[in-house]
């Protein structure tokens, strides 16, 4: 397993762009997928969007997709998310997690979760 550190949340407003980042332990970074979930207050987690090791495929939530970015520095051993154009529905804790197996919607196939990084979008 690789150890997995959320940095970057934060309070922004609707409209406006935040990056989060999320660094990984160990030398096999590059042979995981990398994935991005949230969780809102009284809401399940949800699937937002994830990346193969290589950089390619990349899958994204319909709710997210034109507005936030997923990419990967291997070579830094950090995962990044680029939100733009954020809307208060955003806002939720966000975890970055990492699945040996391939990069899939669901959270059953990722064996590794940071703790969570904070994002509020005011209206």
């Known amino acids: 397993q690789v150890q997995l550190v959320e940095s970057g949340g934060g309070l922004v407003q609707a409209g406006g762009s935040l990056r989060v980042s999320c660094a990984a332990s160990?030398?096999?970074?590059?042979?995981?997928?990398m994935g991005w979930f949230r969780q809102a207050p009284g809401k399940e987690r949800e699937f937002v969007a994830t990346?193969?090791?290589?950089?390619?495929?990349?899958y994204y939530a319909d709710s997210v997709k034109g507005r936030f970015t997923i990419s990967r520095d291997n070579a830094k051993n950090t995962v990044y998310l680029q939100m733009n154009s954020l809307k208060p529905e955003d806002t939720a804790v966000y975890y970055c997690?990492?699945?040996?197996?391939?990069?899939?919607?669901?959270?059953?196939?990722?064996?590794?979760w940071g703790q969570g990084t904070q994002v509020t979008v005011s209206s």
């Open positions: 997690a990492a699945s040996n197996i391939g990069p899939y919607e669901s959270g059953n196939y990722y064996e590794s």
């Open positions: 990346i193969s090791g290589k950089g390619s495929p990349i």
């Open positions: 160990g030398r096999t970074f590059s042979t995981y997928a």
